[in-house]
């Protein structure tokens, strides 16, 4: 196979590149390769994880009303006041639909048929 780049030489190394879900597959040779060089792959990486949507990043503050830290319900699984609820909301969100079946508001139990 002849390298893509060039056009001259055997090609000896295959890149992969991925855009919009779509591989993309090139032949080159050592020399092209080499020219390629890491820099192309780490800016190819930092471009793809700048396209990424973010999580949000953890919460290290305290709630206002009874000071207790994300941490502290992270290890106990308990607010220590409703406030909580409105402090850490948007990590809470991310909770609520494992510890509530799917949902993101509690229902409560279902009687039991007799």
Not at 79 to 88: A, H, N, S, T
């Amino acid at each position: 196979m002849i390298c893509r780049s060039c056009g001259q030489r055997e090609a000896v190394v295959l890149v992969q590149t991925v855009v919009a879900n779509q591989v993309e597959k090139t032949a080159l040779c050592a020399s092209c390769a080499a020219a390629l060089g890491p820099a192309a792959a780490l800016d190819a990486l930092m471009e793809a994880l700048a396209a990424h949507p973010t999580r949000p990043r953890p919460h290290h503050g305290r709630c206002p009303g009874c000071r207790t830290a994300w941490t502290d319900f992270r290890e106990s699984g308990r607010f220590g006041c409703p406030q909580c609820y409105e402090e850490f909301l948007p990590l809470v969100k991310d909770l609520l639909p494992r510890v509530h079946a799917g949902a993101y508001h509690h229902r409560g139990k279902t009687p039991g048929r007799r």
